[in-house]
Every structure is written in C-alpha cells, then in structure tokens.
C-alpha cells in the first residue's frame, strides 16, 4: 500500500442509481482502490437526476429508496457517501446515511436548499453553477456558513459557453480557493455539451482527464469522477462518465 500525506479529496461513483449490482459493483472497486493506495474516495450516486434534459428520461429510484441503498453500500463496504439533493424537505433523510450532502449547480442560489443542508451538520459541497464566477460563490457559502455548516467544499464544474458547450476557466479554482479551503474539480460533468444530443446531454469523456490535470494545475485540492463499468450503457450521462476500469491509473496520477 502506498501512503500519501496530503492526498486530494476524491469523490467517484456513478451519475445515478441504476441498480443495486451497479453499487455494489462501483463500490467494491472504489474499496480495492483505497486499499491499494492508501487514499479514501467517496462513493457518489444520486437518488433522483431532477434536473435531467427530457420527462423521459431515467431519473432513478427516487429518494427513499435512493437512500436505502445507498445506507447499504455505507453499512457493507464503509464507504463515506456522497448524495445531492434537489429540494429542502431531502436533506434530513439524506442525512441519516451521507457524510457529504451537495448542492447541484444550478440550485446553488436557493437559500432554503442551503440552509437545510447546512442545518443536517454535514459537510456541505456546493456546486458552481454554470452562469456564475467563482467569486460569486462566495455568496452560497456564507448562506450555509451562517445556517450553522460547519464544513463546506465548493465544485468547479464549466460555464455555459453559448448553446450546448461549457467551458471550464480554471482562474476559478485559486478565486474559489480564496473562499473556502476545498475546491474540487468535477471532471466528468465538466465535458459535458447539455441538450445537444436531440433530448439529451453528451459530452466527451477523453476530455476527462485532461481536465483532472489542468485543475491540478490551478491548486484543485480534489476531484470529481462519474464512473460505470460500462459508461456507453449508463442510463444517465453516459457519454460523459469514466470508464472505471480507468479510475485507478488517472488517480495514480493525480497523486503523484
């Protein structure tokens, strides 16, 4: 096993819950990983993609059920887990089996979602969203600090560049970094190209880590991977996950 004395923050796990094989399966790698290499990745899936492009589109098993499953990967494997919600009322059942709740990007203004997150006494991770700098997240920040959040992480995750396209200006890594002590870098839904795939989102995951080292070179003090052993099946974001038989050699990397 190797050691690491500052290693990065690492969250990974897929877009959203298909399955409990799928858990199961995602989260027995995310184990052998941090076993091999001595870091400790938090598992990430959503019970509900609220946000999805299409009403036909797969959103997931919804929140108790989500939640159940997600309390079984924590209660089998010892994993941290990762979860967002969409809507106040979420956060206090979330919080019974997740370590980190987070705040998708583009609700990261809604103060009651803010203040019910912080309220759980969990870590709050806020998602940048894709209109605003990051100097402007200091504003969600303060909404939580002063709900009582004891901890909370902000995400880079692109801005809307036009239709369809985000970019990522990674100046917003170091700015965001003047706000709060850890600023991760979702690789993953930062490739993404929303609605431009005729009802859907798709993207270019060989962006992905490209995209990993540029933020690492910005100061990024952790990271962000959507994972699925087979992402062109995925049921949500699947142009964009990482295959996770990748994982581990682009973490190998990171840590370096």
Not at 101 to 126: E, H, M, S, Y
Not at 188 to 197: K, L, N, W
Request: a neutral charge.
């Amino acid at each position: 096993m190797e050691n690491y004395l500052s290693a990065p923050t690492l969250i990974a796990g897929p877009c959203v819950i298909e399955s409990e094989q799928l858990l199961d399966t995602v989260a027995q790698e995310l184990v052998r990983i941090n076993q091999e290499l001595g870091v400790d990745i938090i598992f990430k899936a959503s019970f509900d993609k609220a946000n999805r492009t299409s009403i036909r589109s797969f959103r997931g098993p919804g929140l108790e059920k989500g939640i159940e499953l997600l309390g079984n990967v924590k209660r089998k494997y010892g994993l941290r887990i990762l979860t967002d919600i969409h809507e106040s009322h979420q956060a206090e059942l979330a919080a019974t089996v997740c370590d980190v709740i987070q705040i998708p990007a583009f609700l990261c203004r809604q103060t009651d979602l803010l203040v019910a997150a912080a309220k759980t006494g969990r870590i709050v991770n806020i998602k940048k969203a894709q209109f605003l700098s990051g100097k402007d997240m200091k504003y969600p920040v303060e909404k939580a600090l002063d709900s009582g959040a004891e901890e909370v992480w902000l995400t880079e995750r692109g801005n809307s560049f036009g239709y369809n396209n985000l970019v990522v200006d990674f100046r917003n890594i170091p700015d965001m970094k003047g706000i709060v002590s850890n600023v991760i870098m979702d690789c993953t839904h930062s490739v993404q190209r929303p609605s431009a795939g005729d009802g859907k989102t798709v993207g270019d995951r060989k962006f992905v880590p490209m995209m990993a080292l540029a933020a690492k070179a910005f100061g990024a003090t952790g990271y962000f991977f959507e994972v699925h052993p087979a992402p062109d099946q995925g049921l949500s974001d699947a142009a964009n996950m990482l295959e996770l038989a990748k994982l581990e050699g682009l973490v190998r990397v990171l840590l370096k």
